[in-house]
């Protein structure tokens, strides 16, 4: 079985302060992803990567940034939290593969406050 | 207008009742994800489905790709099928999910 964790499960910061939200997946999967949810808006993909190193701006960029190191590990990081990214934060990974779409798998999620 | 849309958005129902939720999508797409989401949890993949059915227990999901519409039926349905129940699609050759709002569902014994 796929199994992507997430460092956090809830997590409580102030304003201003820098955030890592880390992901970690055990499937050798390239592709990994971050998401942020929000009722009535859905999850909004906010960044991705598709290999070590390799980061794709998503539709929501704006206040955030990424690092991936290594294949099985993909950190958000929140440079200056502020309130309006109270939310709660998805990491999912998938196989790459230019002959098909495949699966993604989702972590537990981080429901992220800050005050 | 969102490219995918589901109906309805809430919905509650009474043990043992035949469910259905929909999904429609206004882009042309490669697959789509039914995924379900129980509360303060993660979320889990149910069918990944490019045309055709797919059936799993009493879970069972439909698409019409000309019709650009994706069906979720539950048979039977229990009190521990309440979550939000999502509907996802990979729009073109990409690998990005396009996400519905969900739709929240709430079986009462």
């Known amino acids: 079985d796929v199994k992507v964790t997430q460092s956090s499960r809830y997590l409580v910061k102030r304003t201003g302060e820098k955030v890592f939200l880390e992901c970690v997946q055990d499937m050798d999967h390239e592709n990994m992803f971050w998401y942020r949810q929000d009722p009535g808006l859905g999850l909004r993909l906010i960044y991705f990567s598709y290999d070590v190193k390799m980061k794709e701006k998503g539709d929501i960029p704006e206040g955030y940034s990424v690092s991936r190191e290594k294949k099985e590990r993909f950190s958000l990081i929140l440079e200056s939290a502020s309130t309006n990214q109270t939310s709660m934060y998805l990491c999912?990974?998938?196989?790459?593969?230019?002959?098909?779409?495949?699966?993604?798998?989702f972590g537990p999620g981080t429901r992220l406050t800050v005050t | 207008k969102n490219e995918v849309e589901q109906s309805p958005q809430n919905l509650t129902a009474q043990e043992g009742e035949f469910i259905t939720i929909n999904c429609s999508y206004s882009?042309?797409?490669?697959?789509l994800h039914w995924l379900q989401q129980h509360p303060g949890g993660g979320i889990v993949s149910l069918f990944m489905l490019s045309s055709g059915k797919k059936k799993h227990g009493r879970l069972i999901a439909t698409i019409n790709i000309q019709e650009k519409h994706s069906s979720l039926h539950i048979t039977a349905s229990h009190p521990r099928d309440s979550a939000v129940y999502i509907c996802?699609?990979?729009?073109?050759?990409?690998?990005?999910?396009?996400f519905g709002t969900g739709t929240l569902l709430a079986v009462q014994p």
């Open positions: 882009v042309g797409i490669s697959a």
């Open positions: 999912a990974s998938s196989l790459f593969g230019t002959s098909g779409i495949y699966e993604q798998y």
């Open positions: 996802a699609v990979y729009g073109g050759a990409t690998n990005k999910l396009i």
